[in-house]
């Protein structure tokens, strides 16, 4: 049974920086992972990503911003990190951590590619 539960989330001005966290069961080093967000009126976009191997991929508008990391990846219990800094208005939104039980070489990023969530943090970004 996979669970996932963020936390982190909260208000910050233009330039900030805020750390997410996804506190994560029954998910092991045969899943890839990554970090959505969705703001009001608009789809829910992915925004960084580790497949299997621990490789990361980003969506460009986060490229050089945002860093995804995990720590205890082997084991059934682990948390997966969103370091988001130089924040913009444009990064307010609901942000979801996900995870799909993937292949080797994998790299999904969009959203009917991921099978588990949890229920989201709210980041808002101010000027």
């Known amino acids: 049974q996979v669970r996932l539960v963020e936390s982190g989330g909260g208000s910050v001005q233009v330039g900030g920086s805020l750390t997410l966290f996804c506190q994560g069961s029954g998910v092991t080093f045969l899943y890839c992972v990554g970090w959505f967000r969705q703001a009001p009126g608009k789809e829910r976009e992915g925004v960084a990503f580790?497949?299997?191997?621990?490789?990361?991929?980003?969506?460009d508008s986060v490229k050089g911003r945002f860093t995804i990391s995990q720590s205890n990846a082997d084991n059934v219990e682990n948390m997966l990190y969103l370091q988001m800094n130089s924040l913009k208005p444009e990064d307010t939104a609901m942000y979801y951590c996900?995870?799909?039980?993937?292949?080797?070489?994998?790299?999904?990023?969009?959203?009917?590619?991921?099978?588990?969530w949890g229920q989201g943090t709210q980041v808002t970004v101010s000027s």
């Open positions: 580790i497949s299997r191997g621990d490789n990361e991929y980003y969506d």
């Open positions: 996900a995870a799909v039980s993937c292949a080797w070489g994998a790299r999904p990023r969009e959203r009917e590619e991921f099978n588990f």
